[in-house]
């Protein structure tokens, strides 16, 4: 069980071009979905977390308009990077649990997207 | 500023050995504690996690918990070459979801 899936797997763009990676909970209901970017030999920095429904919290430094979340089901979050430059070059990686009320409860960790930009 | 800190090692251990990882954490509020293993180029993997208090174990894992000294450790029994990989500790404080990560340990676990 848990099982998130992260599509696509890997993108290759222009720079300029906006990017939507999909995040999916298959086998159960996500309140709360989170987005990662990780950077070669660095540990997961926190983007944003998602809530169904409500907006997106986004960690200090990160730019909203940049990167767009989505999160209108309780099985579905996206992330659009908007006008995508080389320096948005990274991995992305999101997460799902069941959310406040379940604190205990991991998160589960879609495949990742390695995004490069040309 | 809540912080998780783990050596980056690499840490070798001949296989068949018992490797220990460690990671201490800054914000005594923290309530849970999540192991993951990271191999190169993919993403986390959930091993184990743990709230209270003691050892729980999980096949050839065993997670320690320690709330007193702010410290986690997972020890992997019977090392094998497949479990070389990236170590993230995780923890999430009360009243909240997010998962504060430590910037992992890398384990070699040599033939």
């Known amino acids: 069980g848990a099982v998130v899936s992260q599509h696509p797997s890997w993108v290759i763009c222009k720079s300029g071009t906006s990017v939507k990676i999909e995040c999916r909970s298959l086998?159960?209901?996500?309140?709360?979905m989170f987005w990662y970017r990780q950077f070669p030999k660095q540990s997961l920095m926190l983007m944003a977390t998602s809530n169904e429904g409500s907006k997106a919290t986004y960690e200090q430094g990160v730019e909203k308009d940049k990167f767009l979340i989505n999160h209108a089901s309780l099985t579905l979050s996206t992330l659009t990077v908007t006008s995508a430059h080389p320096e948005d070059s990274s991995f992305y990686i999101c997460?799902?649990?069941?959310?406040?009320?379940?604190?205990?409860?991991?998160?589960?960790f879609g495949d990742g997207t390695r995004l490069s930009i040309l | 500023q809540k912080e998780v800190e783990q050596n980056s090692g690499p840490l070798s251990v001949p296989e068949g050995a018992i490797a220990s990882l460690n990671c201490t954490y800054s914000d005594r509020g923290s309530q849970s504690f999540f192991w993951y293993r990271q191999y190169s180029g993919k993403s986390p993997e959930l091993i184990m996690f743990i709230y209270s208090n003691g050892d729980k174990e999980d096949g050839r894992f065993t997670a320690q918990l320690n709330k007193a000294s702010q410290y986690v450790s997972l020890l992997i029994r019977d090392s094998q070459p497949s479990d070389s990989a990236t170590y993230l500790c995780?923890?999430?404080?009360?009243?909240?979801?997010?998962?504060?990560f430590g910037t992992g340990t890398q384990l070699k676990v040599e033939l």
């Open positions: 086998d159960f209901q996500a309140t709360t």
């Open positions: 997460s799902a649990t069941l959310g406040v009320g379940y604190s205990n409860q991991p998160q589960h």
């Open positions: 995780a923890v999430k404080g009360g009243g909240g979801n997010k998962l504060t």
